[in-house]
């Protein structure tokens, strides 16, 4: 009797280990089958894999939630809540919450970065023609009176309120698609799905500390200079979110323009990085930090992550070389020959 009793308990201990959550459940398929879905939305193809018996349902409920989020924050859609916002005149615009959240946190990022991460950035942007594709290399003169339109700081959040100040628009897309994975993964959950993988163009996010079969998420991280990964990297849940250059860019008499800004110079940010990637917790929060580093460079992205302590991150530097946070260090693995510096605190 006893044994038996034993035999059941090491049993359900082993369902839990092999599964994602810390509900010990019977499965009544085999946890390893999984489904995946697809979406274009924030001018990036979306991929969500989910895992276990509510998998579909929660496949639908995540790609779903992020069209819905592409028409809430999207620049372009007349009917979009940032639109609305960017239309308004100079006067104040009501917003939902959800909306006025991330734009809190989008201006809390402003300051805690020096300035590197800016949502108001859109006249500039479209200036150089990133928003279009019709891309051309603004003279000083144009870029110095756009910048006057521009500045986080001169925007105003009230009670799930916006104003900006007339000639100024915003843009969410540094945070969206961070956000937009936070988000998704919470409506996966709340299908019941404990194990699933988003793939957001560049912005890698997890559910479940493993996958079904006990083993970690291994995320290949981008090689700016060739085809594949430069890198991989093992982890649990959470989000690992490149910002790149080669994203989008365009070239002119020699001279290559990317689509990340230094908001101090209205130019593409030349700080010596190809790329960067954040690795924490939540999507937003490591989104709004990679375009950051990318923008700070290796020296201002140091500084960075010893104030906040509480992400890590990989810096892809032009010369070719790696700098990683020790936090990542047993979890990290080169695929490429380069130097690589471990930061310690
Ligand atoms: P991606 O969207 O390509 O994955 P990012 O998250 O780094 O990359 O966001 C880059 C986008 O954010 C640009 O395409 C542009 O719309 C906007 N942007 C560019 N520079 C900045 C900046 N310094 N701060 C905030 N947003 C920026
Ligand atoms: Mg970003």
């Given at each position: 009797m006893r044994k038996t009793t034993l035999l059941s308990t090491a049993l359900i201990c082993l369902a839990m280990l092999s599964s994602c959550g810390d509900k010990p459940e019977v499965p009544a398929g085999d946890p390893n089958t999984k489904s995946s879905?697809?979406?274009?939305?924030?001018?990036?193809?979306?991929?969500?894999?989910?895992?276990?018996?509510d998998r579909e349902a929660g496949v639908s409920a995540a790609t779903e939630e992020m069209t819905r989020l592409e028409k809430l924050w999207s620049v372009t859609d007349e009917q979009s809540e940032i639109y609305a916002v960017n239309h308004a005149g100079g006067?104040?615009?009501?917003?939902?919450?959800?909306?006025?959240?991330?734009?809190?946190?989008?201006?809390?990022?402003?300051?805690?970065?020096?300035?590197?991460?800016?949502?108001?950035?859109?006249?500039?942007?479209?200036?150089?023609?990133?928003?279009?594709?019709?891309?051309r290399v603004p003279d000083e003169e144009e870029i110095a009176s756009l910048l006057e339109k521009t500045g986080a700081e001169k925007i105003s959040l009230g009670d799930n309120t916006v104003t900006l100040p007339e000639d100024m628009e915003i843009d969410l897309g540094a945070v969206a698609k961070g956000c937009a994975g936070d988000k998704a993964v919470a409506a996966l959950?709340?299908?019941?799905?404990?194990?699933?993988?988003?793939?957001?163009?560049?912005?890698?996010?997890?559910?479940?500390?493993?996958?079904?079969?006990?083993?970690?998420?291994?995320?290949?991280?981008?090689?700016?200079?060739?085809?594949?990964?430069?890198?991989?990297?093992?982890?649990?849940?959470?989000?690992?979110?490149?910002?790149?250059?080669?994203?989008r860019y365009f070239e002119q008499d020699g001279k290559?323009?990317?689509?990340?800004?230094?908001?101090?110079?209205?130019?593409?940010?030349?700080?010596?990085?190809?790329?960067?990637?954040?690795?924490?917790?939540?999507?937003?929060?490591?989104?709004?930090?990679?375009?950051?580093?990318?923008v700070l460079g290796a020296e201002g992205a140091e500084e960075l992550w010893r104030k906040r302590g509480d992400f890590d991150m990989v810096l892809i530097c032009e010369d070719g070389s790696f700098v990683i946070t020790e936090g990542i260090e047993q979890s990290f693995q080169l695929t490429v020959p380069a130097e690589l510096k471990v930061l310690r605190k």
């Amino acid at each position: 009797m006893r044994k038996t009793t034993l035999l059941s308990t090491a049993l359900i201990c082993l369902a839990m280990l092999s599964s994602c959550g810390d509900k010990p459940e019977v499965p009544a398929g085999d946890p390893n089958t999984k489904s995946s879905g697809s979406v274009f939305a924030m001018d990036t193809y979306m991929t969500v894999t989910a895992y276990g018996d509510d998998r579909e349902a929660g496949v639908s409920a995540a790609t779903e939630e992020m069209t819905r989020l592409e028409k809430l924050w999207s620049v372009t859609d007349e009917q979009s809540e940032i639109y609305a916002v960017n239309h308004a005149g100079g006067g104040s615009t009501a917003v939902s919450g959800e909306t006025a959240e991330l734009l809190e946190f989008a201006l809390d990022m402003h300051e805690a970065t020096g300035g590197a991460l800016d949502i108001s950035l859109y006249p500039v942007l479209r200036a150089w023609g990133f928003t279009t594709g019709e891309y051309r290399v603004p003279d000083e003169e144009e870029i110095a009176s756009l910048l006057e339109k521009t500045g986080a700081e001169k925007i105003s959040l009230g009670d799930n309120t916006v104003t900006l100040p007339e000639d100024m628009e915003i843009d969410l897309g540094a945070v969206a698609k961070g956000c937009a994975g936070d988000k998704a993964v919470a409506a996966l959950k709340e299908q019941g799905v404990e194990c699933a993988i988003l793939d957001l163009g560049g912005n890698i996010q997890t559910l479940g500390e493993t996958k079904p079969d006990g083993t970690k998420w291994k995320i290949g991280i981008r090689d700016p200079y060739g085809e594949g990964s430069a890198a991989t990297l093992e982890t649990g849940e959470g989000a690992v979110i490149t910002s790149g250059g080669y994203e989008r860019y365009f070239e002119q008499d020699g001279k290559v323009y990317k689509h990340i800004l230094d908001p101090k110079t209205g130019r593409p940010a030349e700080s010596g990085l190809a790329s960067a990637t954040a690795i924490g917790d939540e999507g937003r929060y490591c989104d709004a930090l990679s375009t950051s580093l990318y923008v700070l460079g290796a020296e201002g992205a140091e500084e960075l992550w010893r104030k906040r302590g509480d992400f890590d991150m990989v810096l892809i530097c032009e010369d070719g070389s790696f700098v990683i946070t020790e936090g990542i260090e047993q979890s990290f693995q080169l695929t490429v020959p380069a130097e690589l510096k471990v930061l310690r605190k």
